[in-house]
């Protein structure tokens, strides 16, 4: 392929949206450092199947790849931490009988089995690949294959690691599987194929999120043989994190984003526009009301009442109306009651098109 020919291909397959959704597929190119440090199960043998450094080849060779994700995210769950759990698993006599091959954060990659051994991941037994097996609890037929042909490959989540960025790393490891045993994108699994097991849960409950990463598989795929290098450098990087997710903000936004591009010791820059929609004008107004709920209004009053126009933070119109105007007018002027009362302030909160009316109860004395 000519040096243009490579250019154009990035050209056709890296897209910034000119509205972004809740995810960017921005490329992920930094190396991916693999740490071999594969479990000898001399002891609980079932872990990866044979005995001492032999493990049980996978029959036909691998099929698939297998995406997992730890579930329940404990600190320990990182790349590390499974490493180690995975090792005291197979050191002892009593271990849970469960392999995988790769364990992956935002950092790192640790591998614990070879990659055309079979291992106990997919819950579908010794079903053989291309074997079908209905299950009557999610009325679907769960596939063969995911622990004699498949590459497991557990996903990291964990609350100090970014698992958007996990999952970009992920699918390079993914492209680079896909290469390596000739597999199209067609063989990227979830768990739950396999076994109707809610895995990878996170992937599972966020919609959108599992397209996504098949599109940066995809991506990987194709620009993979190229050799491209991407260095993101994005403006609003609050907005817009470089694993490509994207934090709502309160108002519309325009970020600008920049690709610096290698191809064969060439770079080249490319620049994107993007909008990222703000928060709705209704929940302007919500949190609007719990604003001014929580620090502006007070609960009782012997004083003037400060009662803005405006609200800063979500650029909200205020009107005020009071309920007992000779004792706090609808400007929040106060006139001491003969007893203390309770009065109501009606605040009508304007956003955009829209205008909501919302009442604050307030003890006068
Ligand atoms: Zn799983």
């Known amino acids: 392929m000519s040096i243009?020919?490579?250019?154009?291909?990035?050209?056709?397959?890296?897209?910034?949206?000119?509205?972004?959704?809740?995810?960017?597929?921005?490329?992920?190119?930094?190396?991916?450092?693999?740490?071999?440090?594969?479990?000898?199960?001399?002891?609980?043998?079932?872990?990866?199947?044979?005995?001492?450094?032999?493990?049980?080849?996978?029959?036909?060779?691998?099929?698939?790849?297998?995406?997992?994700?730890?579930?329940?995210?404990?600190?320990?769950?990182?790349?590390?931490g499974l490493n180690k759990y995975i090792h005291d698993q197979a050191n002892s006599p009593d271990g849970r009988v469960a392999s995988w091959h790769f364990s992956i954060d935002d950092k790192d990659?640790?591998?614990?089995?070879?990659?055309?051994?079979?291992?106990?991941?997919?819950?579908?037994g010794s079903r053989k690949y291309g074997e079908k097996a209905y299950n009557f609890k999610t009325e679907k037929y769960d596939i063969g294959g995911g622990n004699h042909n498949g590459i497991g490959i557990e996903t990291c989540i964990n609350p100090t690691n970014d698992y958007e960025l996990t999952l970009k790393r992920t699918a390079k490891l993914v492209a680079m599987l896909l290469y390596k045993y000739n597999l199209e994108l067609d063989?990227?699994?979830?768990?739950?194929?396999?076994?109707?097991?809610?895995?990878?849960?996170?992937?599972?409950?966020?919609?959108?999120?599992?397209?996504?990463?098949?599109?940066?598989?995809?991506?990987?795929?194709?620009?993979?043989?190229?050799?491209?290098r991407v260095k993101w450098e994005i403006d609003k990087p609050d907005i817009i994190k470089p694993s490509g997710k994207v934090i709502t903000p309160i108002h519309d936004t325009y970020v600008n984003i920049k690709a610096h591009v290698t191809i064969d010791?060439?770079?080249?820059?490319?620049?994107?526009?993007?909008?990222?929609?703000?928060?709705?004008?209704?929940?302007?107004?919500?949190?609007?009301f719990y604003e001014l709920y929580l620090s502006v209004i007070p609960k009782r009053a012997n004083h003037d009442i400060n009662l803005p126009s405006e609200l800063t933070t979500y650029k909200t119109k205020l009107k005020w109306k009071s309920s007992h105007p000779n004792i706090i007018s609808d400007a929040g002027k106060y006139n001491k009651p003969e007893k203390?009362?309770?009065?109501k302030l009606t605040a009508i909160i304007e956003s955009g098109e829209i205008a909501s009316e919302k009442e604050f109860t307030i003890k006068i004395f």
């Not at 995810?23 to 043998?45: G, Q, R, S």
């Not at 795929?221 to 050799?227: A, D, E, F, N």
């Not at 203390?340 to 009065?343: A, K, S, V, Y």
Request: proline share 6%.
């Open 265 to 288: 010791n060439e770079t080249r820059t490319y620049e994107y526009k993007t909008l990222v929609k703000g928060i709705s004008d209704e929940e302007k107004i919500i949190k609007s």
């Open 109 to 124: 990659l640790f591998q614990h089995v070879p990659t055309d051994e079979i291992a106990w991941h997919a819950g579908d």
């Open 4 to 80: 243009e020919e490579k250019w154009k291909k990035f050209e056709k397959h890296i897209k910034v949206p000119e509205v972004a959704g809740r995810w960017l597929n921005l490329i992920y190119t930094d190396d991916l450092v693999i740490t071999k440090d594969f479990i000898y199960p001399d002891t609980n043998t079932k872990l990866r199947p044979g005995i001492g450094k032999k493990g049980v080849k996978m029959p036909g060779g691998p099929q698939y790849i297998v995406i997992h994700d730890t579930g329940m995210p404990a600190i320990t769950d990182d790349a590390k």
């Open 187 to 228: 063989r990227i699994k979830q768990h739950y194929d396999f076994s109707s097991k809610n895995c990878p849960n996170i992937i599972r409950s966020t919609k959108g999120l599992w397209e996504s990463f098949l599109e940066d598989c995809r991506i990987q795929y194709i620009l993979m043989p190229l050799g491209v």
């Open 340 to 343: 203390p009362t309770w009065i």
